[in-house]
């Protein structure tokens, strides 16, 4: 397929060491917004766990890849994923303090990358090399949808509009450059393991309903538990749309389409989103400049 434009040639996948300040969080960082809040919030809550999961089963994978540049953007996505963990985990801390306790949440999320997706020792290696491509691929599917989030958070005026907390903003918009700039990373190792469609296609029509399912369920946890609303406060499908006109959250018909092209004999992840404006908002993000002094 042809390379689009966009993509500079040679990228090489940089970790940065970031740091952000959470001491002046609201609860609400989107002043008036608990719902479009909450539902960004779920992302702190799967994304420390399920990245330390991506970065063990790269691992699992690499001797396996006998293609030397594969190699390096594998090493480059691991380390940007673990420090990805890291900095959620900084919210979720904060929000603790807060008074918000994500432990039952968390301990879902933990159940279902540790227990339901995690490592299966003693396997015969046929079906050990099998279990472990499954595995990326979901990967690969997940990576699609969080491209998506990362483009959707790169364009996201009405979060600006809005006055969401700038700090929040740059570690969504760090993340999600990264998202950007590493997303076909998962996509080419599963095309190494294995190039058939069958199995990339498969497993996203089980990342995407999962995805979805755990999403619902962490904003609607995360508002149950948030101790500024009252009691029984729950999440709406109007609430969500609403917000999405607004430009707070992505737009549901977005993401349909943008999963649609995940099946397209001919799909690459080069053709989601813009590397150079990835790249871009990196050479500005504060945290990002931070970490590079």
């Given amino acids: 397929m042809r390379q689009p434009a ?170 999600g450059a990264e998202e950007v700039e590493h997303r076909s990373v998962a996509y080419d190792l599963l095309r190494h393991l294995d190039p058939g469609y069958v199995r990339r296609t498969r497993a996203m029509l089980i990342a995407g309903p999962v995805l979805v399912k755990l999403w619902v369920g962490g904003t609607r946890f995360l508002m149950a538990a948030d101790p500024e609303l009252p009691a029984r406060t729950r999440p709406t499908w109007r609430g969500y749309t609403a917000a999405a006109r607004r430009g707070l959250l992505p737009d549901p018909r977005r993401a349909a389409r943008s999963a649609g092209r995940y099946f397209r004999p001919g799909y690459h992840p080069t053709h989601e989103g813009s590397t150079r404006q990835a790249v871009a908002y990196l050479g500005t993000s504060p945290a990002a400049r931070a970490a590079a002094h």
């Fill in 6 to 175: 966009d993509e500079p040639d040679g990228l090489v996948l940089q970790p940065r060491d970031v740091a952000f300040d959470w001491a002046g969080l609201p609860m609400h960082w989107i002043p008036g917004e608990p719902m479009a809040t909450h539902v960004v919030n779920v992302l702190h809550l799967l994304l420390p766990e399920g990245e330390r999961w991506f970065v063990r089963t790269f691992q699992e994978a690499l001797p396996l890849i006998t293609d030397d540049e594969l190699r390096e953007q594998v090493l480059g996505f691991i380390g940007q994923e673990a420090l990805h963990a890291d900095a959620h985990e900084g919210v979720l801390d904060h929000l603790h303090a807060r008074g918000l306790d994500p432990g039952p949440y968390l301990r879902h999320v933990e159940f279902v990358f540790r227990r339901v997706l995690g490592e299966r020792p003693g396997l015969p290696p046929h079906r050990a090399r099998a279990y472990l491509t499954e595995r990326v691929a979901l990967i690969a599917g997940i990576e699609h949808v969080t491209a998506f989030l990362g483009d959707w958070v790169l364009n996201a005026r009405g979060l600006d509009r809005a006055g969401a907390d700038p700090t929040m903003l740059d570690l969504l918009r760090w993340h």
